[in-house]
């Protein structure tokens, strides 16, 4: 079975902290990608990678910056962390081989950012 | 907005009752895929559906995809109390992206 790990489960930091939120996978995926989920807003693409030392903003990328510096991890860091990043935060990876375009996403991070 | 519509927002139905969730789009589509959410949890996939096909079953669950509607309905017979979750329609933006609805928050009462 393919898992995805994420770092935390819950996250509480202060307005102006730096945050990492970290992702690991085990199925040699290319893709990673990082979400934010809100009540009523659905899932928002923050940044997703396509290989190592890859990446490209996905639909809400400003106060965030990811790294890739090995195939199975893809962080998330938040430079100043603010109150209106307050959210839950998806990981997801899949392959790029055409035919299975199945993303498999971690168990979340909630963060509040105080 | 390029994310599809979900209808409805919420549905609450008795257990073994059938639920029908359904998810409009704007843009022509390569494939349209179905998670489900557990409360506070990732998602799950449960069902791609392609362009060129129009239904698809898995166990209860059963996806129809209306292209000239624009349109898909994901259908899950005999619900279980396991079932209550949160329910996303997702279709792919380019080659490697997914674009989510909103979902269905869907409740199976006892």
């Known amino acids: 079975d393919v898992k995805v790990t994420q770092s935390s489960r819950y996250l509480v930091k202060r307005t102006g902290e730096k945050v990492f939120l970290e992702c690991v996978q085990d199925?040699?995926?290319?893709?990673m990608f990082w979400y934010r989920q809100d009540p009523g807003l659905g899932l928002r693409l923050i940044y997703f990678?396509?290989?190592?030392?890859?990446?490209e903003k996905g639909d809400i990328p400003e106060g965030y910056s990811v790294s890739r510096e090995k195939k199975e991890r893809f962080s998330l860091i938040l430079e100043s962390a603010s109150t209106n990043q307050t959210s839950m935060y998806l990981c997801?990876?899949?392959?790029?081989?055409?035919?299975?375009?199945?993303?498999?996403f971690g168990p979340g991070t909630r963060l509040l950012v105080l | 907005s390029q994310q599809g519509e979900e209808d409805p927002q919420a549905l609450s139905i008795q257990e073994g009752e059938n639920a029908t969730m359904n998810c409009s789009y704007k843009?022509?589509?390569?494939?349209l895929q179905w998670y489900r959410q557990n409360s506070g949890r990732g998602l799950v996939h449960l069902i791609l559906i392609r362009s060129n096909e129009r239904e698809k079953h898995s166990g209860r669950l059963r996806v129809t995809l209306d292209t000239s509607k624009k349109s898909s309905s994901l259908l899950i017979t005999a619900s279980r109390a396991a079932d209550t979750a949160s329910y996303f329609c997702?279709?792919?933006?380019?080659?490697?992206?997914?674009?989510f609805g909103q979902g269905t928050r869907l409740t199976i009462n006892p």
């Open positions: 997801a990876s899949r392959t790029q081989k055409t035919g299975d375009e199945t993303q498999y």
């Open positions: 997702a279709r792919a933006l380019g080659a490697q992206k997914l674009v």
């Open positions: 843009t022509s589509i390569n494939n």
């Open positions: 199925m040699d995926h290319e893709n």
């Open positions: 990678s396509y290989d190592v030392k890859m990446k």
